[in-house]
């Protein structure tokens, strides 16, 4: 027999009302989101503070928690609005607020003295004595920066062992320290530290030809002269780094993302409570993929499984995450290493995409919002919370139910696919296979 463990957090991105739903349904049991103006997330969000009412109500009526996002770097112009923010949140019971910030987080105290303070990876916690002053400041759970080791959280619960940790163990990893980058504001006027970075990180750059007497060599088929790589060196330390490029340019800012799928116990031994999955600017698609895949590893340690047992479930997530858009997996900071960067190219969308969503089904008939084209004879897989059913579709029907050869995106119309399997879930997803 099985001993049931302790009930293990994985909390979700909500960059959008539809994508909180989703990460509910795919087995999150909390989501994180907030409105554009005082949320790290300015760009691709767009909740509302009705929206939020709405979610929060929705959250709580399925048993599940709701913490909201107040996690810039504020300045003075800011105030004003926060403190109006906070007086609307007062009103919709949420669970907690995600606050950087330490004057924010003395608005909080004094606007909603009886809600939970999260304190943000922005503000870079990496050791116990942090973590102390900040929890005899009234914070009930740190959100560790990424740099924080296994070592560091192990360290970290052994001298605040009352204080919630979360931390990081999945989506995009930043080449600054824990966020607080320059480049967006540098390069294009829109700070990061305010929630709108423009990821200049995951541009390409090139090597700029300066001598324009080659300029007709250039130009020709033979490129010997141009190097394909190119041996940079740090002055001090004298590390080699080696920049690689491709007939798009080089990344030599871009990190791999992070997937810490098959450290989950680990770090549950450790002291996490809280598993956080970075994504709020992802589809539907990613977050409901990613919060099947951690959910079934979780929900393996929580049962007391076996080890064999546990390795068994998290290859199978394992396959399924290979099979999203990724740059890569790294396992971040946390065996104390640096994480691997993605010099060779920009990320792989892999051997699946993303065609649909599924909003009702009759029979084998399936109403869905298309988001890239999708014909009869396509090889395709219905993905649900539980399982990937292959399909094969008969017909297709456009809004007007008249019969049509395609169905495509970019659009608000809805279309009817007659399938060759019955009563498909609602919200469940559809994807195309490509090889």
């Known amino acids: 027999m099985t001993k049931k463990s302790q009930k293990i957090e994985l909390l979700a991105p909500a960059g959008s009302p539809e994508k909180l739903k989703y990460a509910i349904k795919y087995g999150a049991d909390a989501v994180?989101?907030?409105?554009?103006?005082?949320?790290?997330?300015?760009?691709?969000?767009s909740f509302t503070e009705k929206d939020l009412m709405e979610a929060a109500e929705f959250v709580h009526q399925q048993?599940?928690?709701?913490?909201?996002?107040?996690?810039?770097?504020?300045?003075?112009?800011?105030?004003?609005?926060?403190?109006?923010?906070?007086?609307?949140?007062?009103?919709?019971?949420?669970?907690?607020?995600?606050?950087?910030?330490?004057?924010?987080?003395?608005?909080?105290?004094?606007?909603?003295?009886?809600v939970a303070i999260h304190l943000s990876t922005q503000a870079n916690t990496t050791n116990w004595q942090a973590a102390k002053f900040w929890h005899d400041l009234g914070i009930t759970r740190i959100v560790l920066a990424r740099e924080t080791t296994l070592e560091d959280i192990r360290e970290i619960k052994k001298h605040v062992p009352k204080l919630e940790l979360e931390y990081f163990v999945h989506g995009a990893m930043c080449m600054s320290y824990s966020g607080r980058c320059i480049l967006s504001k540098w390069m294009s006027g829109k700070s990061a530290n305010l929630g709108d970075c423009t990821q200049p990180c995951r541009w390409q750059y090139q090597r700029k030809i300066q001598?324009?007497?080659?300029?007709?060599?250039?130009?020709?088929?033979?490129?010997?002269?141009?190097?394909?790589?190119?041996?940079?060196?740090?002055?001090?330390?004298?590390r080699p780094v080696l920049l690689e490029e491709d007939s798009h340019g080089t990344y030599f800012f871009n990190s791999k993302d992070l997937n810490l799928l098959s450290h989950l116990l680990e770090?549950?031994?450790?002291?996490?409570?809280?598993?956080?999955?970075?994504?709020?600017?992802?589809?539907?698609?990613?977050?409901?993929?990613?919060?099947?895949?951690?959910?079934?590893?979780?929900d393996a340690i929580e049962q007391g499984k076996s080890a064999p047992e546990i390795r068994k479930i998290q290859k199978s997530a394992?396959?399924?995450?290979?099979?999203?858009?990724?740059?890569?997996?790294?396992?971040?900071?946390?065996?104390?290493?640096?994480?691997?960067?993605?010099?060779?190219?920009?990320?792989?969308?892999?051997?699946?995409?993303?065609?649909?969503e599924i909003l009702a089904s009759d029979g084998n008939e399936l109403t869905a919002k298309i988001h890239n084209v999708v014909r009869p004879g396509d090889a395709l897989e219905i993905v649900t919370k539980e399982k990937n059913i292959k399909i094969k579709i008969k017909t297709i029907l456009d809004k007007d139910r008249e019969e049509v050869a395609s169905a495509h995106g970019g659009h608000a119309n809805l279309y009817h696919l007659v399938i060759d399997k019955k009563n498909i879930e609602p919200m469940s997803l559809i994807r195309k296979i490509l090889k």
């Open 32 to 45: 994180y989101a907030g409105v554009p103006d005082v949320s790290m997330r300015a760009r691709v969000n």
């Open 63 to 114: 048993k599940k928690k709701i913490f909201v996002t107040l996690n810039i770097y504020a300045h003075d112009y800011h105030l004003s609005k926060i403190e109006k923010h906070l007086k609307f949140l007062k009103k919709i019971n949420v669970d907690a607020v995600i606050v950087a910030d330490p004057g924010i987080i003395m608005m909080v105290k004094k606007i909603l003295p009886k």
């Open 211 to 238: 001598d324009t007497k080659n300029k007709e060599q250039i130009d020709t088929e033979d490129d010997s002269f141009y190097y394909k790589t190119m041996e940079v060196e740090e002055v001090q330390s004298g």
């Open 267 to 298: 770090l549950k031994n450790a002291g996490v409570d809280s598993f956080k999955i970075e994504g709020r600017n992802k589809s539907v698609f990613y977050v409901a993929n990613v919060c099947r895949a951690y959910r079934s590893v979780l």
């Open 318 to 356: 394992q396959k399924e995450l290979d099979k999203l858009a990724n740059r890569g997996y790294t396992k971040g900071f946390l065996l104390g290493n640096e994480p691997e960067h993605g010099f060779e190219g920009q990320q792989s969308n892999g051997e699946f995409q993303f065609v649909g």
